[in-house]
Structures are given as C-alpha cells and as structure tokens.
C-alpha cells in the first residue's frame, strides 16, 4: 500500500515543479493535474475505505471519517485551483502582482493542501498537531498575499492568535499522552488514536477532561468558534478570495476533524462531557455569527462570519449527538464547504469587477453580471437553510436530534438563531444583487473557468437537496458509525 | 549521583526557569528579553538533561541537544538578528506597569497551583511537582502576550508558552514519542522564521513594530 | 549551668560581639570603595575614631524640637540591640524565648518609625521630604522581608530564629530547597533598601536630591548622632547575620564546645565579611535608582519572596 504516500507525495511533487516552472501557463496546468490526479487517488482511496473497511499502516490510518475528509479536502482543492486560473490570472493580468507572487501561490497552496492532507491521513494524534500548527503556517503567507498593509495585519493576527490557540491544544496532547502512558507504559503507539480509542474506557477523566476543553479551546481557534474566532473575519476577507474558499471549507473541517478525533475518544471515557462542551461553544458561536451577520458591511466578512455560524452549526449536531445529530452535523460539513466555496467565487468575481469589499457600493449585481449574480443569489439561499438544497437536510437533522433528546430549549435558540441570520443575510444579498446597479461599472460577466467551478458546486447541492442519493446517504452513515452514538 | 540530589538539581532547575519568566516581565528592552529566552531554553535543556540521566532514556537526551541548540541558539540569534535589522525603539512599552504585571504573575503562579493540583495528585512522575510551574510559565507568556504589544515580545512571548508546554511535557510524561517532538521544533522554528519576515513586513508597511496600532481591520 | 541562663548569657555576648563588629565592618565597606575609587581611604577601624570624637562633643539641637527628637537615638539602639539577642550570631543559642522573626521584624520597624518621628520633629523640609520616602521604600521592605524569613519558617517548620538555623544547619543538605535561594535573593535586596545602600540611598551624599537617611539623621549631632550611627550600622550586622545565619547557616556552632564555638566565629566573620565586600562592589559598580524607579526593583524583590513561598508549596 502507497496509496497514502502517493497522496501527499502529489501536492509535494507540484510544489517542487512549481519552483522551477517558468511560465503562467505551465504553472496553473501542473497545479491542476496534480490536484486533479490527486482528486482521483482520494477518491479511489475513498470508496475502498467504504467498502473495506480502515487502513492502516506505520504513521498512516484512514478511516470512513479520514475518507470523507479526503473527499472534501481534494474536491475543493480541485475546484479553488481550477478558479485560480481565472482569479488570479486575472489579477495578474492586472499587473496587481508579479511572476514571483504568481509563483509563489500556487506553491504555497500545494504546501497548505499537502499539511491538510497530512491532518486527516495520520494515525499519531501529536503528529496531527504537527500537521494543523502546519497549515496555519503555509497559510498565513497565503493571507498575507497582497502585501498591503490590512493583508499584512490579518496574517499577523491569523498567525499569533492560532499559534497560541494550537499551543493550548498541545498541552491537551500532552495531558492525553500522559493518561495514556498510564495505562500502557512509554510507548510509542500510546498517542496513536486507533490505540487511544482502544483503551478510551480505562483512560483517567481527570486528564482527559482538561484534554479535552484544552483542545476544543485550542483547536477551536481554528475552527473559528466564538469566542476564539476573531482572527477568522480578518484572514478571510484579506485573503484572495479562492484562498478564503479554501480556508472557509476545508481548513476549518481541519481544525474539526482533530476535536472531532478528540471527541470520540473523551466521549467513549466519559459520556457526556463533550458534547456539553460543544453544544455550549456551537451556540455562542451561533448568537455571535448572527450579532455580526446583521451589522456587516463587508460581504466577504459576511462569508466568514457565516462561516463561524456553521462551525458553530456543526458544533451543535455533535453535541446532541445521536445518530440524527451526527447525520446533520456530517451533511452540515459537506454542504457548507461546497456552498461556501461557491460563495467565496461569487464573492470574488464581484470584487473584482466592482474593486470594492463594501456592501454598499455594490449594487445591481445581476444586471451587470447574470450568471455570477444569480449563481451568488442561490448560494445564498442555500447558505441560509432554504430548501432545496442540501444544507436543509442538515439543519432539519440537527433540529429533529435536538427536540428528540427534548433540548427544547437549545433547538429554540437555535431556530430563533437561524431564522434571524437568514433575514439578515438575505437582506444584505439581495440589496447587492439588485438595486440600480453602481456607476461606473462596464457590463460583463466573469469567464467560463470561473463560473463552471460554481455550476458544478451549486449542481451538488442541488442534487444532494433534492435527491438526497444512496452513496451519499450511506457514505455519511458509514462515518456517523464510528462515532459513539452514530450508529442507527 | 543520588536520587535526592537529582530530584534537587530537577525542582532548583524549574525554579529557575520560573524566575526567567518573571525576569522577562521585568524587562523593558527588546535585547534582554531575548537574552533572557536564551537563558530560559538553556535551563530548559538542562532540565531535559537532568530527567534524561534519571530516567535513562535516550530519546530525551536528544531533545535536550535540540533545545539548547535550536531554543537556547539558533532561535535568540535568530531574533536579534531581526531586532538589529529593523531599527525601531528598542524599548518594550509594557501596557502594564511592570510592577503591577510583576504581581499579577505572582497571582497567576497561585492560578497554576491549584489547576496543575488534581493533575500532580493522580501522577506519579518524579517531575510531577513542575507541572505547575510548567503552567504557571504558560500562563505568564499568555500575560506576556497580552501585555507587550509588539510584534517581537508578541514572539518572544510565543516561544515562552511553548518553553512552559515544553516543560510540562517533560515534567509529567518524561517527553512526548521522539518523532513527535521532532515535529513541534520543526514547526516552532518555522513558525519563528515566518513571524520574523512578517516582523519585516510590518515594520515596512507600519514603520512601526507596535502591533497596536493594527487597527484597520474591524466591525 | 540552666538552659536558660545558658542561652542569657550567649545572647548577651553575641550582641556585644555585634555592637563592637558594627564600625569595622563600616571601615570595610569603606576601604573596599576607596580602592574601587583608586583611593587609599581611611582606615578600616577610622568608623571608631569617628564615634569616639562624637561622643566627646557637645551637641545642638533645635529648639522647637520635643522628647520625642531626644529618646528617638535610645529608642532606635535600644531596639535594634534587642532584636539582636534573638538572633543567632556565631551560636544557635539565642533569647528564642522571647520573641520570634515576627518580633525582630517589628522590632526593626520600630526603630523606622521613631527615626521617621525624630526626623518630622524637627520641622525642617529635609526630614520630612526623608520621611516620606523612608515610608514609602519600607512600605514594600516590610512584607517582602516577612515574607522571604517566612519562607525559610516554612522550610524548617519553626518560627524562631535561632530554631531556624539550628535545623537547616543541623539537617546538611536536605533542607535545601528551591524556595531558600528565591526567598535569600528577596531578603538581599530587602537588605540594601533597609541599610540605606545604593541603589536605594547613597549613604555618602548629603545632597537633598538624593538623600533618605542622610536626611532624616540630619539634625543630629555629638553624641545623639553618635548613638543614632551606631543603630543603624548594627542594624547592618543585624541584616547581615540574619542573611547569613537564616539562609546559610552552616558553620555556625550549634552544640556548647569551644571547638564548635571557634569555628562558629571564624564563620560568620567570614559570611559577614563576605556581604561587605558584595555591598561594596554593589555599590561602586551601580549608580543610585531614580528614587520612582525604586518601586520596580523592591517589588520584584517582593516577588521573589512570593515566588519562594509559592514554590515551596509547588514542588
């Protein structure tokens, strides 16, 4: 078995070609066979992992969870690089940055899909730590990668606040290592989660219960849940908008998968604990995102404040647990990193077109965009919860798992929460897409390379929302098994 | 040498590293705060030492060397260099007086006894006891971190919660698997070099290295 | 011989040995400076030439000042050699009865509070601006100084002085702690502020600047001044014995042979001698602190002190 290897071996590879290449042209082309390749390898990997079962072997394991990561991770990586050509050649194109800067992006983005990669293919839960203090690192270049002074800021930020986020996390490793130790000896499997999970039952509470708020708090940082999240607006909205796709979707489920690895194994230890945890964290999150959502005036911070509003979302499912809680939270993950991707490409045809991130400068998006503005339109409405499409389903899980472990209070929250964001978010996107549209702005939609990424994300909600197909349905079941209570 | 010995050789070096950290509030220059980390690692990597020959484990010796050479060397030339390179005031410019930060450390000392408390009770490492400086070193960088507003201290004071996790590694597991450590030096040293560029970057666009005056970008 | 009347007679004989050392070990200080300062300087026993000229010289006084001014140089001697007979010196066997750390530690602020009372009497400008800043360094002395001997009162589980040394110096090397080189560091730099010593004061100016104890023993002179000098130079041997004697008592006599008490002697001249030296070269290399920066340097001596009691119930 190479396969493993083989998938962060690609992202490597295309870094390495991309010092060297010396043109535009082969430049995007190797970056998008590498991620195409690469999306291939993850899904072959993927459905044999549904079929088969885990595999695992020496640092590597990957199971449904890992694989339905796997999933996430090289789809989109796959879409932001095919709308890279059109964003960035764009700006390019515009002289706004040079060859050098060209070069280095796509560089730094191999390097950050390659530690993301390497979050959810690893068995050794202090290598994953590695691996996440990693993906801030390749990204805060990516953040800053404007070199204006505001990019300049939010990369420092980005950088101080989840390197001091993640240092918590380590010493929550730390404590887990040493609960762990104590039962088994010095060992070196003993921060390997198939072991960890193993002897979950026979683990000290103490330990793994300040563990565990250790590494919600740390690792929630960079997750974006309130109260930790205030680097997330910033990175977000300095960032180029297909770097802000790929934080939004991918890299938060990152900074989720390992709580989520955590979760299961303080959950099998003591019952209860964490998912009293993130329901907490979920809802302020929740409150916080929509306080923010109704006064944005920045749409590409809107997109990331809802994005804290689904972390906190997904946080939410989780703690209610259950096998409906899971399912939601699990079709929650999915959907949001699809939609929000479409969103973040939405917002990056506006900003370039229109020059602006402010909301009231733009206006009449649709006139002078069609495509684009209607594409950034259902968007919306599915980021918000309406149906058709696939965030629905997930909302509605999450809303059913709370009223059948009688939280009614939490679900009312959370009700009360979502129908407020979808009129505010609504209100802000609407006012953008219609209205007479701003002056000075020359009619013409964004190229096809841009907009096909968008079809093709908004064609799998749709799908998803309508149909709700079986491999879908049974790849999420088969992932909610191996959370405790995920099972039907 | 006898177990007491080393035992005392073990608490005296943890207590030193907790004077450390409260020297490096009481600084007010860039240099010696750098000076001071330097000095920190340095224990730090003696403190691995002295639990490397209790224990006998080899692993252990290893991340002793790394931290002095890495922490203790190459990190303090690291950011000296940096300070040299960008001419700004050299001065701290504490948020808080110094003797009220020196204090309130002293109370964050008495928060880290009593959380570290239930774990040093269900432990039974000869280095139990220096968990709770481990934490109390922790906390004192987050105060750091709070207090020192620029970008440098806000370095200085990163690396300083790391010495603290460090230690409270060592101090209640005898160290974490070798190839895990070996991944947090990586990235604690890459991390130091992409804040050192960014330092650059915003003395060049700030012509300051107050972090405070990064207020652009809000609600 | 009763162990009462054994401890009397010690005590008694430790603080004479005190009383009588106080000058030379001044002359020390001062020698060591002149040779920093590439002077020859006075002789080291000059302190007591000093003090027998003050003694045979009338004295003026002002006349507003009340009784206060005249018992004050009594009072501050007075204290100061009580507190002396609790302290062990060159033997283990004190008054402990009497008092314990508590005791001398108050007793020391006694001696403060009637030199600040002495130096407001008068009414002059320079007494009391020497006052005010007096209070306001002690403020911060005081409880760093409980705190750093109450540490070693931890550390040996007694609260009596002499108690103090007997155990640590009794028990070797297993008493040592963490705790007693943090608390030792506080209780050094308490030392410096109580004693007058730069950083803190400069006791060779008498430029109103600058003074704090200069200032408040202005007034005095003849054989007032002479008494008030010698009170605050035994204080200085008080401090020192207290540093040598609480923090490193080893070699200090603990049993009744003249061996023991020989070598108890020879030691504590040595530690004492020693801390001269280190004021000495303290003092020549540093310059006098800002008198707003002092609350930096006392506080972190504070810390110290909180640091060593905290760390003895850390580890």
Redesign the interface.
């Given at each position: 078995m190479i396969i493993i290897e083989a998938i962060l071996l690609i992202p490597l590879a295309v870094a390495v070609a991309c010092f060297f290449l010396p043109h535009r042209r082969t430049l995007e082309a190797s970056a998008l066979l590498g991620t195409g390749a690469l999306f291939i390898i993850a899904l072959m990997l993927g459905i044999d992992v549904l079929n088969n079962g885990p595999v695992q072997y020496s640092y590597w394991y990957v199971d449904e969870l890992s694989a339905f990561m796997l999933f996430i991770i090289t789809f989109v990586a796959l879409m932001v690089v095919i709308y890279s050509v059109s964003y960035i050649g764009h700006d390019y194109e515009e002289r706004e940055i040079d060859l050098r800067q060209f070069r280095s992006y796509y560089l730094m983005v191999q390097l950050f899909l390659l530690t993301m990669l390497l979050v959810v293919v690893c068995n050794n839960l202090g290598i994953m730590w590695v691996a996440i203090e990693g993906t801030t690192l390749a990204s805060a270049f990516l953040v800053g990668f404007y070199e204006k002074d505001t990019s300049v800021e939010a990369a420092w930020k980005y950088l101080v606040i989840c390197s001091l986020g993640i240092a918590l996390a380590l010493f929550g490793i730390v404590l887990t290592y040493a609960s762990s130790i104590e039962v088994l000896g010095a060992s070196s499997s003993a921060l390997e989660w198939t072991t960890l999970r193993s002897i979950a039952p026979e683990l000290d509470p103490t330990y793994l219960r300040l563990a565990f708020i250790l590494i919600m708090v740390g690792y929630g940082t960079k997750v974006g849940l309130a109260p930790m999240h205030t680097w997330l607006p910033d990175a977000h909205s300095e960032a180029p908008s297909p770097i802000s796709a790929l934080l939004s979707a991918v890299l938060l489920n990152c900074a989720f998968y390992g709580i989520l690895r955590f979760f299961i194994i303080t959950e099998l230890c003591v019952p209860g604990f964490a998912t009293t945890l993130m329901l907490i964290f979920g809802l302020l999150s929740m409150a916080l995102a929509a306080a923010f959502i109704i006064a944005a005036k920045d749409y590409k911070r809107l997109l990331a404040y809802s994005s804290i509003e689904h972390m906190g979302i997904i946080s939410l499912g989780f703690g209610l647990g259950g096998y409906i809680g899971i399912f939601g939270a699990l079709v929650q993950m999915f959907s949001h990193a699809m939609t929000k991707c479409l969103l973040f490409f939405g917002a990056g045809n506006i900003l370039q077109k229109y020059n602006t991130k402010s909301m009231d400068e733009v206006r009449g998006v649709i006139s002078v965009m069609p495509v684009t503005g209607a594409l950034l339109l259902l968007g919306a409405l599915a980021i918000t919860g309406s149906p058709p499409f696939s965030i629905f389903i997930g909302e509605v899980a999450i809303l059913q798992a709370g009223l059948s472990n009688e939280e009614y209070l939490v679900s009312g929250l959370y009700l009360a929460l979502l129908v407020v964001i979808f009129a505010a978010f609504m209100y802000h996107i609407s006012r953008m897409v219609f209205g007479k549209t701003t002056e000075g702005v020359t009619k013409g939609d964004a190229g096809p390379i841009s907009l096909i990424p968008m079809l093709l994300l908004l064609g799998i909600i749709l799908v998803i929302g309508v149909f709700l197909p079986e491999p879908f349905t049974d790849m999420v079941e088969q992932v909610a098994g191996i959370f405790p209570g995920g099972r039907t | 040498m006898n177990e007491?010995a080393l035992t005392?050789v073990i608490?005296?070096l943890?207590?030193?590293i907790?004077?450390t950290a409260?020297v490096m509030v009481?600084h007010n220059r860039m240099n010696q705060l750098v000076r001071t980390f330097a000095i920190q690692s340095i224990a730090l990597g003696a403190f691995a030492f002295a639990v490397a020959y209790y224990t006998g484990?080899d692993h252990i010796y290893v991340i002793a060397v790394l931290t002095i050479v890495l922490k203790g060397i190459v990190i303090p030339q690291f950011l000296k260099y940096t300070i040299d390179k960008i001419h700004v005031r050299k001065e701290v410019e504490p948020l808080v007086g110094?003797?009220l930060s020196?204090?309130l450390?002293?109370g964050l000392?008495?928060v880290a006894?009593y959380v570290?408390e239930?774990?040093i009770a269900?432990?039974d490492a000869v280095t139990r006891?220096?968990l709770?400086?481990s934490v109390a070193v922790?906390l004192i960088g987050?105060f750091l971190?709070i207090t020192r507003r620029k970008?440098m201290s806000?370095i200085i004071a990163?690396l300083v919660?790391?010495n603290g996790?460090f230690l409270?590694?060592i101090s209640?597991?005898?160290g974490?698997?070798l190839?895990?450590e070996i991944?947090?030096f990586?990235?604690v040293l890459?991390?130091v070099l992409?804040?050192g560029l960014?330092a650059f970057?915003?003395n060049q666009?700030?012509e300051t290295l107050d972090?405070t005056f990064?207020r652009?970008?809000k609600? | 011989m009763s162990d009462l009347f054994l401890d009397l007679t010690f005590s008694l004989l430790q603080t004479l040995f005190m009383l009588a050392l106080a000058p030379l070990i001044i002359g020390i200080i001062r020698k060591v400076k002149a040779k920093f300062q590439r002077r020859r300087g006075p002789s080291i026993i000059q302190p007591y030439y000093d003090l027998a000229k003050l003694f045979h010289k009338g004295s003026s006084q002002s006349s507003t000042v009340s009784w206060v001014f005249h018992i004050a140089p009594y009072v501050c001697l007075g204290a100061v050699l009580v507190a002396s007979l609790m302290v062990p010196f060159f033997i283990t066997n004190t008054l402990g009865v009497i008092g314990d750390l508590i005791v001398v530690v108050y007793l020391l602020a006694m001696v403060r509070f009637f030199m600040t009372l002495a130096a407001l009497d008068t009414g002059s400008a320079f007494g009391g601006m020497g006052s005010s800043r007096e209070m306001m360094i002690s403020a911060i002395v005081e409880p760093t100084m409980l705190l750093a001997i109450f540490t070693m009162a931890l550390i040996t589980g007694t609260t009596i002085l002499s108690d103090i040394s007997f155990n640590l110096a009794s028990t070797g090397l297993d008493l040592v702690h963490p705790s007693l080189f943090l608390a030792a560091a506080a209780f050094f730099v308490c030392l410096m502020a109580e004693n007058a010593r730069v950083p803190f004061d400069n006791p060779a100016t008498h430029l109103e600047l600058t003074m704090v104890h200069e200032a408040m023993v202005l007034e005095y002179s003849g054989k007032s001044l002479a008494i008030m000098e010698l009170a605050s130079w035994t204080k200085l041997v008080l401090f020192a014995a207290l540093m040598a004697n609480v923090f490193f008592p080893w070699g200090i006599a603990t049993e009744v042979t003249a061996q023991a008490i020989i070598m108890g002697i020879v030691a504590i001249l040595g530690k004492v001698v020693l801390i001269a030296l280190v004021i000495a070269v303290i003092e020549s290399s540093m310059a006098k602190m800002r008198l707003f920066r002092l609350p930096n340097l006392l506080t972190v001596a504070f810390t110290l002190a909180l640091l060593g009691v905290l760390s003895y119930y850390i580890l």
């Open positions: - | 007491q005392g608490n005296g943890a207590a030193f907790l004077l409260f009481s484990s110094i003797p020196l204090l450390c002293a000392v008495m006894y570290a239930p774990i269900g432990a006891n220096t709770a400086i922790v987050f971190m970008a806000e990163l919660i790391e996790i409270g590694a209640i597991t005898y974490m698997p190839i895990v991944g947090i990586f990235d890459v991390a992409i804040m960014f970057r915003i666009t700030f972090t990064m652009r970008l609600d | -």
